[in-house]
Structure formats: structure tokens, C-alpha cells
């Protein structure tokens, strides 16, 4: 009897006794091909003897440091990491835990920051539907899964939200991808307009939206177009890139090809890579220096905020990125996984949808290819996909409510860096049986 609070009160899932490299082995000797590094966390893959002998060495040195009285030297030169690699204006980060927390973070900067500026009345958090922002209550409140948020719908404050960029699912037929990333952005023009721009702190947006949608990338000049709005009325732009961020798509920030700057972004999966958890708020020096020039001090913080193991670890995690080519790898091995992708499913009758970029790929399922009708909800289709594949022994990232939240099912695929041809090869060839397998049951 387990006495673990599982994600699942009606399941318990294998024990993993080892990971090493791109696979997981469970308790029974069984091998995975982590195919979607778990929830696209493990860039580096798992087991990197130089992450591990960075978190020994920190852990011997200083194990934990209260960032109230102490600055640490793997906080330091983490942050000087980020901001030369990110470039774009990046110029002060604040370590968080996670992900959510990094969210939940970024939203209450903003606020303040607008206080700071003298625009109290700024509060309000505009954000998409058909995202995701993360689990505790402030991050969820602004995020547009419908499944995450139900139980918790009466907790949550009330939020307003903009259409989504998502060419396949919402363009008029015969409009272009230009014209539907303009239309999609000027959605944000109008909100603004309707609230008030004195009354807006900020936007916030996945640059390429992750689990909610499965890896959609916005239109052509969608992004130039939110910047514009955002600079024109004063609010500031928040940039999720908690899954798509840290090289994930290729450049360490995946705005950076959109051409546009973020006021704030957030970062964590590829940040530490699943060795420690870790999460970081990063802005430009314009935010930070409206705290500078004000009050001086964020109403804000965590006990394990820029734990000095954890940020040993993320910088280990960014030096062997460094050291291996792994950016380039990424845009590489990327290509590599499209082809194969759109070699197998490209006319397969159940497939509606190849979509993503870099390494964050992502198939939409379909009932009908000429209609794009998804499958029914109750077929939980994308979740008997994942466990098929468990039994051909890849992990893959299942994800349903694609369309609106209820209907909809797609995979997602974020491999480590370094994955190989013969791994993409594997994992494809899986996948393949896995969705054939599910639908015929």
C-alpha cells in the first residue's frame, strides 16, 4: 500500500528505480524512451554526471541561504547567464520554485510596477483563452484550461480574456496567416479599449502555447502587433515561456523569433532540467528600475527563492547545453523530428494537425480530416494514446480540451537535446502504433 497522494486516487504508477540519458526504467526493468521529458523538463536528459557533480560541490559549500540575508555565488552567475543569453533587454531575474510560482510572480510585478509608476489603478491581468499559466490560485485565475480550473472556478477571481493565436482552429476560410494574426491581436486592442487602459497592469501570453493546445506557434506577426498594442497603451508584456523558453524552440528565448522584447518573462522547465526544482522571473531594467526609483522593495517572496543548489544545478544545466552544441542541436534534430513526423502522419486519416517548433512538436487528432471534428470527449482518446504507448515503452504528453477546453485530444512530444535520428526514428514509429491502436479500440 502506497501512503503517496497520487495524482491519481484509482492509480499507481510504476516506480522509476532508474533514468539515465533520454530513458526511464521502472521497477519491473521495463525501458521508456522519455520522448516528452516528462512534461518537457528534461532538456539534457537524465543522469549528466557534470549536473550531478556541480549539485555535490554547491551542496558541500552552501546548502541553503535565505535570500532575505544572503546572496549566493550560483545566484550570481545564473543571472548573468540568463540575461547575456537572453539578451533582448533582459536585465535582473528573480529565482522562484517552479514554473507557477515564476507566473504568479510575474503577475504580481507587474502590479506593482504600476504602482511604483504612479498608476495604481492599474491591477487587471489580461490574458488568452485556450492557455495555461500554471496551478496555484493567482496563476490559474489568468489561465484559460477549463478542465484545471473547474473545482476551483468559485476561488478564482474574475479574469477577462482574448482570443487565442490559433491559425488552425479559429482562421475564417481563406484568410491568411498574416491577416488572422492581426485580426487575433487586435482582440487585445478592443479588450483595452472596453476596460480602459488606466484600469490594465498587463498581457500576458505563452509565446507558443504548450500543454492547453499542444505546441501552437502564433501567426506571422501576431507578437509585433501585441507589442505595438501594449507600448501604445502603457501595459506591460508578460511572455510564459515556462515550456517553451531556454532553447526549448531553439533561441534561449522563443520570442526572439518573433522579433519582439518582453517587458517580463518567465522561465523553468529547461532552466534546471528536472535535476532541482527551479523557475526565474526575468525583466527589463525598465520594470526593475521603477521598484529602484520607488519604494525599493517587491512585496513578494519564498523561503526557497534562488536556492543556491538549485541554481548550481541550473547553471550546470546551461553549461553543458553550452558545451555540447545543444542550441544548435535543438534547431537540428528539430528539423529531423518534423520530417518524420510529417512523413508518418502527414496523410494519415486521424490526424488533423502537425504543428510546433524546434524541439516542442505536437500532433492534433481528429474524427474527421475534412471537417477537423474532433472525437468525442468521452472517448478520452489522448490519454488511451499515452498508455499505449507506455506499453511500446515511450512517454509521450497527452493533452485533451484542445479546441475549447472539452473537446479535442493531441500529443506532445518534447525529447531532450540531444536526441538522436534512431531515437526520433523510435519514437515516431511508437507513436504511430500507439494512436492506431487507441482509435481502434
Known amino acids: 500500500m502506497s501512503h503517496v497522494f497520487h495524482r491519481s486516487a484509482h492509480v499507481t504508477p510504476p516506480a522509476a528505480i532508474r533514468a539515465e540519458g533520454a530513458y526511464m526504467v521502472d521497477a519491473n526493468g521495463r525501458r521508456y524512451l522519455d520522448a516528452s521529458g516528462g512534461a518537457a523538463v528534461s532538456c539534457i536528459g537524465h543522469g549528466d554526471p557534470r549536473v550531478v557533480a556541480a549539485v555535490a560541490d554547491q551542496m558541500a559549500r552552501v546548502d541553503y541561504a535565505h535570500s532575505g540575508a544572503f546572496t549566493t555565488d550560483p545566484a550570481e552567475r545564473l543571472a548573468e547567464r540568463i540575461c547575456t543569453q537572453a539578451g533582448l533587454g533582459v536585465e535582473k531575474v528573480y529565482f522562484v520554485g517552479s514554473g507557477s510560482e515564476a507566473v504568479e510572480t510575474a503577475i504580481k510585478m507587474a502590479r506593482q510596477c504600476q504602482i511604483e509608476r504612479g498608476q495604481p489603478n492599474r491591477h487587471i491581468v489580461i490574458s488568452r483563452r485556450q492557455s495555461y499559466h500554471g496551478n496555484t490560485l493567482g496563476a490559474l485565475a489568468r489561465s484559460g484550461n477549463e478542465g484545471r480550473r473547474v473545482p476551483y472556478a468559485p476561488m478564482l477571481p474574475e479574469r477577462t480574456q482574448v482570443e487565442p493565436c490559433f491559425y488552425f482552429r479559429h482562421a475564417y476560410p481563406g484568410e491568411t496567416p498574416e491577416a488572422y ?16 487602459a488606466e484600469n490594465v497592469a498587463a498581457f500576458l501570453a505563452e ?3 504548450g500543454a492547453t493546445t499542444g505546441a501552437a506557434a502564433a501567426a506571422p506577426g501576431y507578437f509585433t502587433r501585441i507589442r505595438e498594442i501594449c507600448d501604445r497603451h502603457g501595459v506591460l508584456l508578460i511572455l510564459d515561456e515556462v515550456m517553451c523558453g531556454v532553447h526549448r524552440t531553439g533561441p ?8 519582439i522584447a518582453p517587458d517580463i518573462v518567465t522561465l523553468a522547465k529547461g532552466l534546471g532540467g528536472g535535476y532541482l526544482p527551479i523557475g526565474a522571473v526575468a525583466c527589463s531594467a525598465a520594470v526593475h528600475d521603477s521598484f529602484a526609483q520607488g519604494s525599493g522593495g517587491f512585496v513578494h517572496g519564498f523561503t526557497y527563492m534562488a536556492h543556491p543548489v538549485c541554481c548550481a544545478a541550473a547553471l550546470a544545466v546551461q553549461d553543458v547545453i553550452a558545451a555540447d552544441g545543444l542550441a544548435d542541436s535543438v534547431v537540428r534534430q528539430g528539423a529531423v523530428l518534423q520530417a518524420a513526423l510529417c ?11 502537425i504543428r510546433g517548433r524546434g524541439l516542442l512538436w505536437a500532433v492534433e487528432l481528429v474524427e474527421n480530416r475534412e471537417t477537423n471534428l474532433p472525437f468525442a470527449p468521452t472517448r478520452r482518446l489522448a490519454q488511451r494514446i499515452g498508455a499505449e504507448a507506455a506499453a511500446c515503452g515511450l512517454m509521450v504528453y497527452p493533452g485533451s480540451g484542445t479546441v475549447d477546453g472539452v473537446a479535442g485530444d493531441h500529443i506532445l512530444l518534447a525529447p531532450p537535446y540531444n536526441v538522436t535520428d534512431e531515437q526520433i526514428g523510435f519514437a515516431v514509429d511508437a507513436l504511430h502504433r500507439a494512436i492506431d491502436a487507441a482509435i481502434r479500440a
Do not use: Y
Open 343 to 353: 512523413d508518418r502522419f502527414g496523410q494519415h486519416a486521424h490526424i488533423g494537425d
Open 181 to 196: 494574426g492581426r485580426r487575433a491581436a487586435d482582440t487585445l486592442e478592443d479588450e483595452i479599449q472596453r476596460l480602459g
Open 252 to 259: 534561449f528565448l522563443a520570442c526572439a523569433n518573433e522579433g
Open 207 to 209: 509565446t507558443i502555447v
